[in-house]
């Protein structure tokens, strides 16, 4: 059972304008969330992360947004410029056991010029 | 950039034959993590290691084995490759912080 999800597989953009990534959750246990931005043939990096006990965090033109009573959070890129376009994952960190990171199925995110 | 490096970045094996991907850190991180990456599934865990010899399972641990005898380099064997073992795998570390930084990643085909 995927326990992080992301239910969007593509988002298009026109540059300039606002891009919201969803992602959601089904373990109350997670304690922090990470999104990670990937270009074809590149590893994950990382972008952005919000501890369970904080609502926003920001960094620039990234915006994440948690709800831990909807188990949801949301990416916001504003304003969307055409290098943002990658495939986007959210991730977890599961604070029993090893501290792993449960992923996404990850959003592509296209911005056009 | 974190120090971490994956060999081979490709690889085409045939079905029933070994394979064993390197991953190599210079952070001197505690945690390494092998994902596999496939359309549809998002990056999935295979092993991880939370120190020299002490590694554990994770989501699809089916037809794998790993080894960490060192604190820099963390093998991930597959015993006899199939087909649906075909994907892009990802090396991770994760140190103090709660980020991970991943590898560049070896695309496995096997035929």
């Known amino acids: 059972d995927q326990q992080v999800k992301q239910n969007s597989p593509s988002l298009s953009v026109q540059e300039g304008r606002i891009s919201i990534l969803n992602c959601d959750y089904t373990n109350s246990m997670f304690d922090y969330f990470l999104w990670y931005k990937k270009y074809p043939a590149e590893g994950p990096t990382f972008l952005i992360s919000i501890s369970s006990i904080k609502d926003k965090n920001e960094d620039g033109r990234f915006t994440v947004f948690l709800n831990k009573s909807a188990k949801h959070l949301s990416l916001h890129i504003v304003p969307s410029q055409p290098g943002d376009s990658a495939v986007y994952f959210c991730?977890?960190?599961?604070?029993?056991?090893?501290?792993?990171?449960?992923f996404g199925t990850g959003t592509r995110l296209t911005v056009i010029p | 950039d974190a120090g971490i490096t994956q060999s081979p970045r490709h690889k085409v094996t045939e079905t029933g034959t070994p394979v064993t991907l390197r991953c190599h850190q210079t952070e001197n991180h505690r945690y390494m993590y092998w994902y596999r990456q496939d359309p549809g599934h998002g990056l999935r865990l295979i092993h991880y290691s939370y120190g020299v010899k002490d590694t554990d399972k994770g989501e699809v641990s089916d037809g794998y084995s790993v080894s960490r005898s060192k604190t820099e380099d963390f093998l991930l064997t597959l015993e006899s490759a199939t087909s649906s073992q075909t994907s892009v795998y990802f090396c991770a570390i994760r140190g103090p912080g709660t980020e991970a930084f991943f590898g560049q990643g070896t695309r496995l085909t096997v035929v």
């Open positions: 991730a977890a960190n599961d604070q029993t056991g090893a501290n792993n990171l449960f």
